[in-house]
């Protein structure tokens, strides 16, 4: 068991283990997730050059390096005093807006997508990613491809690299941008910002013109009324980059707004014995279990969270989408955890809008790239908002700068008590007489992928699918039945 | 198309043996280079080995893989057909023959002829800068192994001109 939940699983994103317990009428009683994600980065970090830390946890996984190494970046910049030159933080900003972009578009068609344009009850051998270009078009397909291999050069260009960037430093970035890279860049920014208007729109046209679709988004199975929580800025307006963790309460009113640095104050872990992942939980409201509502610390962040915790976009067309989600939904806060999806483009557009503004910022060719430290590093901490939520680093050097202790808050972590009960809810609607099918897998998956959990840690695999287990047990605790997939 | 031998090195720098792809790319880097072919070494997957993968006559892909059914330091080779006992695909993940299978849906000039070679390892999951020591050991023979059979690949890639 222990090989099985470990070992096969840990370099894949989005992997899990799920255990169904039945009651007597085989009517699932209790459905629980298991996610092992490695820790391990902590301890691997003690004992090394903090400097090496952006290109270090940058490998956590090669999903979202780019948050981790923004994060741990702005955790230097803290740890040696340092704020970056102006024009070094719109570089930052903006190399951080196009890896949100490219990210999120890899989830709205290829990973999320599936379920709601292909179908979530279309056979299994078309609900992937060739299923979607076969539903929207070859000509759709290219522009998505096209649009994240620009997307990933630009990003090459300024960062060095794609998936383990190289350019943040405390204090700056390593290198500027001329004024010829720029002229492309904002060319890139232009069609960026079309892209992500025409994402909104086969949005529009396949899911909510799809009534059957709208009903499950705003189905009670995926429903949830928890704290929400994420960056914005001093207007409470979406930023990935930079800002105040914000969190709303379930009736959507503020809860607290805080610094970074304050994060030890309003968010402590809770340990299960039946996972390896820890369960972040607001520390002033407390842990009271699986429950939502007011009285409980569980809370969410990612795409929804976000929009929940704020008071608007700083862009004026995602704005538009914000408003347009939010008056469809019913008002804010929206509790549905698959609105996650349609938060998710409104984020698109706010990345592309605000990557557009600036390419466009004569500043951002500015040489002035880096303040060089000078204080003798102690401790640091940075955030920023990951593409599935906020994502906090936390070091404690020597005076030399070596890691004395290192404490990583990653987004899914943050989401993981939220998670634990959309998949038991969604598994106590479905699982019905014992029956256990690949559609109810499906509908099983859906509960969490809204989130866009990324457990992983590797940067390639065969054979390139992802190994899922689930154990449904009867009542007393026997084993009656295994679906797997991809494990031995 | 280009009719150059495309050599993509995959691998996780921070996993113990995951890393194998990485360390023979770089043993072998300078050789494959003199000899005219293309060697890249990547930390990357899915549809990012398109951009590398688009427009190539021949590529060869030299990676890590556990099986379980092969000795440590041992070579399997894998044929892109043999993805399809991995079918249907899931939306979770896209690995190389998603990447293949979407280059062909979207006309993206895949290449002609794909040659995967995976190294059996012990413990990929472990982060870790050192590989187990089985690995270790084979690591001269491993390199020298590789390259046999890109010569041969290049060969016989030279003949069909």
């Given at each position: 068991?222990?090989?099985?939940?470990?070992?096969?699983?840990?370099?894949?994103?989005?992997?899990?283990?799920?255990?169904?317990?039945?009651?007597?009428?085989?009517?699932?009683?209790?459905?629980?997730?298991?996610?092992?994600?490695?820790?391990?980065?902590e301890k691997f970090a003690e004992g090394r050059h903090v400097e090496d830390m952006p290109q270090i946890t940058s490998r956590i996984c090669g999903v979202c390096p780019m948050a981790h190494h923004m994060a741990s970046t702005k955790t230097l910049d803290d740890l040696f005093k340092v704020q970056p030159?102006?024009?070094?933080?719109?570089?930052?900003?903006?190399?951080?807006?196009?890896?949100?972009?490219?990210?999120?578009?890899?989830?709205?068609?290829?990973?999320?997508?599936p379920d709601f344009i292909v179908g979530p009850n279309a056979p299994k051998?078309?609900?992937?990613?060739?299923?979607?270009?076969?539903?929207?078009?070859?000509?759709?397909?290219?522009?998505?491809i096209e649009m994240r291999k620009n997307l990933r050069k630009t990003n090459e260009l300024i960062a060095g690299r794609t998936?383990?960037?190289?350019f943040g430093v405390p204090g700056g970035v390593s290198r500027p941008i001329s004024a010829q890279?720029?002229?492309?860049?904002?060319?890139?920014?232009?069609?960026?910002?079309?892209?992500?208007?025409?994402?909104?729109?086969?949005?529009?046209?396949?899911?909510?013109s799809n009534k059957e679709y709208v009903d499950l988004i705003t189905s009670d199975a995926y429903t949830h009324k928890t704290y929400y929580m994420g960056l914005v800025d001093e207007k409470n307006r979406?930023?990935?980059?930079?800002?105040?963790?914000?969190?709303?309460?379930?009736?959507?009113?503020?809860?607290?707004?805080?610094?970074?640095?304050?994060?030890?104050e309003h968010i402590a872990e809770h340990v299960e014995p039946w996972t390896y992942v820890k369960f972040p939980f607001l520390k002033k409201v407390g842990w009271k279990g699986f429950v939502e509502g007011e009285d409980s610390g569980v809370m969410s962040v990612a795409p929804l969270a976000r929009l929940n915790a704020s008071d608007g976009m700083a862009t004026p067309r995602a704005q538009e989408a914000y408003e347009e989600m939010f008056k469809t939904l019913g008002g804010k806060p929206v509790h549905y955890t698959l609105a996650n999806h349609w938060a998710r483009i409104v984020e698109t557009i706010y990345a592309a809008e605000r990557f557009r503004e600036l390419a466009y910022d004569p500043e951002i060719t500015d040489p002035n790239i880096r303040n060089l430290p000078t204080a003798t590093p102690e401790a640091g901490i940075g955030v920023d908002e990951a593409p599935r939520g906020t994502l906090i680093h936390h070091y404690e050097t020597d005076a030399r700068g070596v890691v004395k202790k290192a404490n990583l808050l990653v987004a899914t972590q943050h989401n993981s008590a939220r998670m634990a009960l959309s998949v038991d809810k969604a598994a106590r609607s479905l699982i019905k007489g014992g029956k256990v099918d690949d559609g109810m897998l499906n509908m099983v998956e859906m509960a969490f992928r809204a989130?866009?959990?990324?457990?992983?840690?590797?940067?390639?695999?065969?054979?390139?699918?992802?190994?899922?287990?689930?154990?449904?047990?009867?009542?007393?605790?026997?084993?009656?039945?295994?679906?797997?997939?991809?494990?031995? | 198309m280009t009719k150059k031998l495309l050599v993509l090195f995959l691998g996780n720098s921070i996993?113990?043996?995951?890393?194998?792809?990485?360390?023979?790319?770089?043993?072998?880097?300078?050789?494959?280079?003199?000899?005219?072919?293309?060697?890249e070494i990547l930390e990357k997957t899915g549809f990012s080995l398109i951009d590398h993968l688009e427009n190539r006559r021949d590529a060869v892909i030299v990676d890590s893989v556990k099986t379980g059914k092969h000795k440590v330091g041992e070579i399997v080779t894998v044929k892109p057909e043999d993805f399809q006992q991995y079918a249907p695909l899931t939306s979770h993940y896209v690995g190389i023959p998603e990447a293949l299978k979407m280059m062909t849906q979207l006309d993206l000039n895949p290449p002609e002829q794909v040659h995967i070679f995976g190294i059996e390892v012990e413990d990929p999951y472990t982060i870790s800068e050192e590989m187990s020591q089985k690995l270790t050991v084979r690591l001269d023979e491993l390199s020298e192994e590789i390259h046999k059979n890109v010569l041969s690949i290049a060969r016989g890639a030279s003949m069909r001109e």
């Open positions: 068991m222990k090989e099985i939940v470990i070992n096969p699983i840990t370099r894949l994103e989005g992997h899990g283990k799920i255990i169904i317990v039945l009651d007597d009428e085989g009517n699932c009683k209790k459905a629980y997730l298991q996610i092992p994600e490695i820790r391990g980065f030159t102006s024009p070094a933080k719109k570089i930052r900003e903006m190399v951080y807006n196009v890896f949100m972009l490219e990210d999120h578009a890899l989830h709205v068609y290829f990973l999320g997508g051998e078309q609900r992937n990613m060739l299923g979607v270009v076969a539903k929207v078009g070859k000509e759709v397909g290219l522009k998505v998936i383990h960037p190289v890279e720029a002229e492309e860049i904002k060319k890139l920014g232009d069609e960026s910002v079309n892209f992500a208007l025409f994402t909104l729109k086969v949005f529009k046209d396949i899911v909510l979406v930023n990935f980059y930079d800002g105040k963790l914000r969190v709303t309460s379930p009736s959507g009113k503020e809860f607290a707004k805080f610094d970074a640095h304050e994060y030890l989130y866009d959990p990324c457990h992983a840690c590797g940067t390639h695999t065969l054979p390139g699918s992802m190994p899922f287990m689930i154990d449904v047990y009867d009542e007393n605790g026997t084993l009656i039945e295994t679906v797997k997939r991809n494990l031995p | 996993f113990a043996d995951d890393k194998i792809g990485l360390v023979l790319g770089e043993m072998l880097k300078p050789m494959l280079e003199s000899e005219g072919h293309e060697v």
